[in-house]
């Protein structure tokens, strides 16, 4: 017995060309577009006090400033990250774990024990 898919594949390649080029001819959505609001709703007792309060927890600017670089400091390490101690353990871990799976591959065609099948 042999089906003919063709028939119903057609048709969902169709739809999906369709889709895909409805998405990607579409007009992107800018807020420029978009009528400003009439006006802005007043705040609430418990806006203005929680505001408040946020800006008395709010850190201040120095917080998050970079701080300078020390130019007695020793130089930075500006080697490839596989060139380090740490990238050639990563290189030979997944060369030995790629051999593994080579290695097992062809050894590993027992069947399945399993009390579902």
Do not use: C
């Amino acid at each position: 017995m042999t089906r003919r898919l063709t028939s119903w594949t057609r048709s969902l390649t169709g739809l999906l060309t369709l889709v895909v080029g409805l998405t990607l001819v579409a007009p992107p959505v800018s807020a420029a577009d978009a009528a400003p609001p009439a006006k802005a709703p007043a705040p609430s007792r418990l806006a203005a006090s929680t505001a408040a309060r946020l800006a008395t927890l709010a850190p201040s600017r120095q917080a998050f400033a970079q701080t300078a670089q020390d130019p007695n400091a020793s130089p930075s390490d500006d080697r490839s990250f596989f060139k380090t101690p740490t990238g050639v353990a990563a290189i030979v871990l997944m060369v030995a774990g790629a051999a593994y799976v080579a290695y097992r591959i062809p050894k590993d065609n027992e069947k399945v024990h399993s009390p579902i099948r």
